[in-house]
């Protein structure tokens, strides 16, 4: 979650949304010694208020422990930023991260994607951002971008792909909109807090992803009922898995191991480790590299090229469109994986006022 599954596996112990998570962020975090090679410290997003997270977690993380003979310690943070920082200042060698929180942590978190995370439903490939409204309220898509500030309006995390980058890309920044000024008020919130937000009606709408409001249905159904989808984004690419780049490669080499074998096991242990996959809303892990990341800079540079074109600043335009086409060549020489983000030409020019 995507775009993440960073802010949606959680859902499974919604109920608890009113217990603090400060505390056990802090335990988390506190644990591991990062001058000690054979403790990897591995970070977690902590996205709803619940103390369960350790719990949810433990027989993955036991299973880590187990089969590479490291001291795998859980990192759990409330936001991508503790995340990304805390890559960067080695308190932890390994994470699960969002599309664009994964890339802050390559860029200046000395990371390194080598594996993703994949939909345990046969046959899904990826999720996608949407935009939520009360079920009840009689909210439609042409009435929220009227932007007359009447409603109310919830984004995501700011390195949040589907939270925000994904809405701003295909949504917002192609007819010239700027949240801010189209809205009464602009929160960010993670996905569960805008997802009962809406459903209490706190707020009018706000940003999700498909994955959340699938284990929503599951775990909440009563919730569920109260949210309505009126957006619905291109499918976005699922979430990296990225360790440090200097963590020393005969460690690399079993969490690797660990990592892409996870479920693959004959009989009723693979069947085992499925269901611990499954219980955190992921199927098997695949290889991967920094090429991954290439749909989420495209998303970027595209969302680059409609600001410059909406504010007409030819320079950052011819800036944008280079950067676009630098990344179509690095996708082609990477395979050509599928575009997640509008061709250049498509992009449009800003509506007239």
Same mark, same amino acid.
């Given at each position: ?96 991260f969002s599309n664009l929180s994964g890339l802050e942590a390559v860029r200046r978190g000395g990371g390194e994607v080598f594996a993703h995370s994949t939909d ?22 042409? &009435? ?5 500030? +009447? $409603?109310? @309006? #919830? ?6 792909? /589907?939270?925000? =980058? ?22 960010s919130a993670n996905h569960q807090a805008n997802l009962f937000s809406v459903a209490n009606g706190v707020v009018d709408a706000a940003t999700n992803n498909s ?60 069947? &085992? ?5 499954? +219980? $955190?809303? @992921? #199927? ?6 920094? /090429?991954?990341? =290439? ?59």
């Amino acid at each position: 979650m995507t775009e993440h599954r960073l802010r949606r596996w959680a859902l499974a112990a919604i109920a608890a949304l009113g217990l603090s998570l400060s505390g056990l962020a802090l335990s988390g975090c506190q644990n591991g010694d990062s001058n000690n090679p054979q403790v990897i410290n591995f970070s977690i997003l902590s996205t709803e208020n619940s103390q369960n997270l350790e719990k949810e977690w433990a027989p993955f993380l036991s299973d880590m422990r187990k089969q590479t003979g490291l001291n795998i310690k859980p990192y759990f943070a409330s936001d991508y930023t503790a995340l990304i920082e805390a890559m960067r200042f080695k308190q932890v060698q390994l994470g699960w991260f969002s599309n664009l929180s994964g890339l802050e942590a390559v860029r200046r978190g000395g990371g390194e994607v080598f594996a993703h995370s994949t939909d345990p439903t046969p046959g899904v490939s990826g999720y996608n951002s949407v935009i939520i409204v009360n079920a009840n309220s009689g909210i439609t898509l042409d &009435r929220l971008l009227t932007c007359d500030r +009447s $409603l109310s @309006f #919830g984004l995501g995390d700011a390195r949040s792909t /589907s939270g925000t =980058l994904a809405p701003m890309t295909y949504l917002f920044g192609p007819r010239n909109i700027d949240p801010q000024t189209c809205f009464r008020t602009v929160r960010s919130a993670n996905h569960q807090a805008n997802l009962f937000s809406v459903a209490n009606g706190v707020v009018d709408a706000a940003t999700n992803n498909s994955t959340a409001i699938t284990m929503l249905k599951a775990s909440r159904p009563d919730i569920a009922a109260k949210v309505k989808v009126i957006w619905t984004s291109p499918r976005l690419p699922e979430d990296p898995v990225v360790w440090r780049k200097d963590l020393d490669p005969q460690i690399k080499e079993k969490l690797r191991s660990f990592f892409l074998s996870y479920g693959s096991a004959p009989g009723a242990e693979g069947e &085992r480790q499925r269901k611990i996959l499954a +219980s $955190l809303h @992921f #199927g098997r892990f695949q290889p991967a590299d920094d /090429s991954f990341l =290439l749909p989420v800079r495209e998303m970027e540079a595209t969302e680059k090229l409609i600001a410059a074109r909406n504010a007409h600043k030819d320079t950052d335009v011819k800036a944008a469109q280079a950067e676009l086409a630098d990344i179509q060549q690095e996708k082609v020489a990477a395979g050509a994986q599928p575009t997640a983000a509008p061709a250049v030409d498509s992009v449009p020019a800003p509506a007239s006022k």
